[in-house]
């Protein structure tokens, strides 16, 4: 089955400056690779996602890019404010609406 | 966007209970739910699969009588928790998969606490 590794498992980040989370996934007939938002107590929000024949997608300050090759795909995050900080978790599925196997989560601190 | 709810979004209770936790799309039919649960500061693990009108696909090290999955219809799927004990305490989270684009929604989650 699917297997996701997600770094760093906590990220500080000073306020206005970017941050990076980078995942690798195992199976390489995953297509598709969704990253979710949870804040604490709350279900987790999906923010951005991205299929296999694209290697780079951007929403505002959120953008995702896929290596398809190399299995790695990450999340960049620009111009950081207070509110993002959260949890993050990436994964890689086969379709939508299939069961998710999540990433261990990072925790994102915006530093003032 | 699709909404799915949980009900109840809190439980107490005692030892040795059954804890009934209901799933539910609201505005789309949902041929397969999951349900999902996660520890403090840990990540969602997925226990099991649910489909309407089947039995439930319960992953590895999931105990299938002790989470009881009923997916009576295409709109409500129900996650008991048999003989419930303190280390069943955590966060249950549901999702739904149908809808226009056959996406996946998040229910708000269940907290359940074992004394």
């Known amino acids: 089955g699917e297997n996701v590794e997600q770094h760093p498992s906590t990220l500080s980040v000073q306020e206005g400056d970017s941050a990076v989370i980078k995942c690798t996934y195992s199976?390489?007939?995953?297509?598709?690779f969704p990253w979710y938002k949870q804040e604490l107590g709350k279900r987790p929000q999906l923010i951005i996602d991205?299929?296999?024949?694209?290697g780079e997608k951007k929403d505002q300050r959120i953008a995702v890019t896929l290596n398809k090759t190399a299995k790695h795909f990450s999340l960049h995050i620009t111009e950081t404010q207070p509110e993002d900080s959260a949890v993050y978790f990436c994964?890689?599925?086969?379709?939508?609406?299939?069961?998710?196997?999540f990433g261990k989560g990072t925790r994102l601190h915006i530093l003032p | 966007g699709a909404v799915v709810s949980q009900h109840p979004s809190r439980v107490i209770c005692k030892s040795g209970t059954s804890v009934k936790i209901e799933c539910r799309s609201l505005d789309f039919q949902a041929t397969t739910m999951f349900w999902y649960r996660q520890f403090p500061k840990k990540s969602l693990m997925l226990m099991a699969t649910?489909?309407?009108?089947?039995?439930?696909?319960?992953e590895q090290g999931v105990e299938k009588d002790k989470f009881l999955i009923n997916h009576a219809s295409l709109t409500l799927s129900t996650l008991t928790v048999t003989s419930a004990h303190p280390e069943d305490s955590s966060f249950y989270i549901c999702?739904?998969?149908?809808?226009?684009?056959?996406?996946?929604?998040f229910g708000p989650g269940t907290r359940l606490t074992v004394l």
């Open positions: 994964a890689a599925i086969l379709n939508r609406d299939d069961k998710i196997i």
């Open positions: 991205i299929r296999s024949n694209v």
């Open positions: 199976d390489s007939a995953s297509n598709y």
């Open positions: 999702s739904a998969a149908g809808g226009r684009y056959n996406e996946q929604f």
């Open positions: 649910s489909n309407e009108g089947s039995k439930a696909t319960y």
